[in-house]
Each structure stands twice: as structure tokens, then as C-alpha cells.
């Protein structure tokens, strides 16, 4: 698409480079999408059809034997975690007014959020389903 100027000249529109606001702005949308399915399957899955009294170490190192499962976990850990820090974030800047802080703030939560889902994820990944320790 083109647009003349007074001078006859064709101009065309300029697009602007999306910000991190703009690609977070994003993310929400797209992770609370992908997060409806997740959540409602592990809701379906574990406490309907499964029960939350069927829940112990045994169905968890079953569920956690195949990747699939895994996969799904971590998915369903990183998109929600991240949803709700984002969530976070943006309350962060409603009452922070202060740029400085604001990015302070922001990085913190970022760091916060990439931290704990990695230590999430590799928990995930790194059990066996052994029983060791005192209870096992």
C-alpha cells in the first residue's frame, strides 16, 4: 500500500519496530490460548478421571515414565508461571511510576520467573521414580 505526498512522490507507510511491550503484549494472549487446553486437561485427566486420592509417588513416576507426559508438564509449568509473572509485571508498572524501578522491577520478575521454571523444569526432567531418602 502506498500513499502520495503533496509533492507527488509515492510514500510508503512505515511500520513501527515492535518493543518488548509489544512482543509481552503478545505472549499474554497467545499463552493464555495455549493454557486453556493445558489447564483443562490436567484438570480433567487429574482430579476427575484419575481422583486426587489416586494421586501418590507411584502415579506420579508412571505418569513421568513416558516424555510425552513430561513435555506436557513442563508446558503447562512454563506457559502458566510465566502468564501469571507477566501478570505480575504489568500490575508492577500500573504502580510503579518511577522508569528506573520499573525496569529494575521488571528484570527482576523476568529473572525470577526464567530461575524457577528452569529449576521446575529440570525436576521434571531429572526424575527417576526412585523412592531414596528417609520415606523411601
Known amino acids: 500500500m502506498t500513499s502520495v505526498t503533496k509533492l507527488g512522490q509515492p510514500q510508503t507507510p512505515v511500520k513501527p519496530k515492535p518493543t518488548l511491550e509489544t512482543r509481552l503484549w ?6 493464555g490460548v495455549l493454557l486453556i ?12 478421571l484419575v ?4 494421586i501418590d509417588f507411584d502415579y506420579v513416576a508412571m505418569r513421568w ?4 507426559w ?15 509473572m507477566n501478570g505480575l509485571r504489568q500490575v508492577a508498572d500500573d504502580y510503579i511510576h518511577r522508569e528506573s524501578l520499573r525496569r529494575a522491577v521488571s528484570w527482576v520478575i ?14 521434571i526432567i531429572a526424575f527417576t521414580g ?7
Open 51 to 54: 481422583g486426587v486420592n489416586n
Open 130 to 136: 526412585s523412592k531414596v531418602g528417609p520415606l523411601g
Open 70 to 84: 513430561r513435555v506436557y508438564d513442563i508446558l503447562l509449568l512454563a506457559f502458566a508461571f510465566a502468564h501469571g
Open 26 to 31: 503478545q505472549f499474554m494472549r497467545i499463552s
Open 110 to 123: 523476568i529473572i525470577a520467573w526464567a530461575v524457577i521454571t528452569a529449576i521446575g523444569a529440570m525436576a
Open 37 to 48: 487446553p493445558l489447564a483443562w486437561g490436567h484438570v480433567l485427566i487429574q482430579d476427575v
Open 65 to 68: 515414565g513416558t516424555l510425552g
